[in-house]
């Protein structure tokens, strides 16, 4: 595995973390905390966009490709963000994907 993806997958992590502490200062129905994950989820479908496919297939109960399409329809549709499709990746995708990119990494994520 190379540092780029190795800093990729950590990049993941990150993002993740940071989507947590901000939904401990708010609910997504708070625009501030709506916007904030968005960004963060924009910078997991990025970083996962750069990793390379053999590591990622290493996963194969994790749709890649959707989160990548996430960080499109994010990214260029603005104001057709629909909050429940938010809400629904993180209480029930993130924390599959945190364990699933911690295993590639073999448990050596860098925080």
Do not use: C
């Amino acid at each position: 595995m190379s540092r780029a993806d190795t800093q990729w997958l950590n990049d993941v992590l990150n993002a993740i973390t940071a989507i947590e502490r901000h939904l401990e200062r708010g609910e997504l129905s708070d625009p501030l905390v709506f916007d904030a994950v968005r960004v963060r989820l924009i910078e997991i479908g990025e970083a996962v966009s750069h990793v390379d496919q053999r590591l990622l297939r290493q996963e194969p109960k994790i749709d890649w490709r959707a989160i990548k399409d996430m960080r499109n329809h994010l990214a260029h549709n603005y104001f057709g963000t629909d909050e429940l499709i938010v809400a629904e990746v993180i209480n029930h995708g993130l924390e599959a994907l945190a364990m699933a990119v911690d295993r590639i990494l073999g448990g050596k994520s860098i925080k």
